[in-house]
């Protein structure tokens, strides 16, 4: 059953040195977290790989699974916890980041708009980490129902300002908030990016989804989000509360 070879996309968000008092999407994930799962990711029973190494296996499904790490946003807390960790755990990952956001905040969360984003000079420093940057966007506005300016604005110019910002033009693209229309899946695969990532839906090399990894995440359910088809069956545990307790006490054992 080919979901069962597909590997791992998991998706962070930012980091902090202790739980925060305001995280309204549960964004972000503490140091002693990420240890945490970096410990289960250094059992074996995965493989951490970078973009090639997952294009790689998606075409070639083998043992131990790929996994694939993303990291969405950009914030100054990838530079400061993150990436220091996973670089000294072999984790490679990439990092989508709005060009028109570097060096402010989070602006477009009402609730969660004082998130510093890195600024160009951090950003040019992840790649001696093992992470390689990503588009996400212009400025993280939804991509959905844009105009054709909007398009190339978020996707072209996007592609343009981040090869400006970091010498090498992105490779990949993630839609912001995981949402995309037909309109702009197509202007992400014009604008020359090699792969796009989404959240919930798949379709196809340019909307992959990903398995969110939150603030609420402990290393029971950070190992449920290494199972493969997790994403698939989640979507179906959804409708039903007994059948996702019933994937979680599985999941405890896997
Ligand atoms: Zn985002």
């Not at 060096?103 to 980490?129: C, K, N, Q, V």
């Not at 991509?143 to 909007?150: F, L, P, R």
């Amino acid at each position: 059953m080919r979901i069962l070879h597909d590997p791992v996309v998991l998706m962070y968000h930012g980091f902090a040195e202790a739980a925060p008092d305001h995280d309204p999407f549960s964004l972000v994930v503490t140091r002693e977290r990420l240890a945490q799962q970096l410990g289960v990711l250094g059992r074996g029973e995965h493989v951490a790989v970078d973009l090639d190494g997952y294009l790689d296996a998606v075409a070639r499904p083998r043992r131990p699974r790929r996994m694939l790490v993303t990291i969405d946003d950009g914030y100054q807390s990838v530079a400061d916890i993150a990436a220091p960790m996973l670089a000294a755990a072999g984790v490679p990952a990439l990092l989508f980041v709005p060009p028109g956001r570097v060096g402010t905040t989070s602006a477009w969360m009402d609730e969660f708009a004082d998130e510093a984003i890195m600024d160009a000079g951090t950003l040019a420093r992840m790649p001696a980490f093992g992470i390689e940057i990503g588009c996400h966007g212009w400025d993280h506005a939804v991509m959905v129902g844009m105009s054709d300016a909007e398009l190339r604005r978020n996707t072209v110019e996007a592609r343009e300002a981040l090869a400006d910002l970091t010498g090498t033009p992105p490779r990949t693209f993630a839609y912001p908030e995981g949402r995309f229309d037909q309109r702009a899946l197509d202007a992400v695969r014009r604008a020359g990016f090699e792969v796009a990532f989404s959240v919930h839906d798949d379709a196809g090399r340019f909307a992959i989804s990903r398995v969110d990894v939150n603030a609420t995440d402990n290393a029971a359910t950070f190992r449920l989000k290494l199972f493969p088809g997790y994403r698939r069956l989640w979507r179906l545990a959804d409708r039903a509360s007994v059948l996702r307790r019933t994937v979680r006490r599985v999941a405890q054992h896997i």
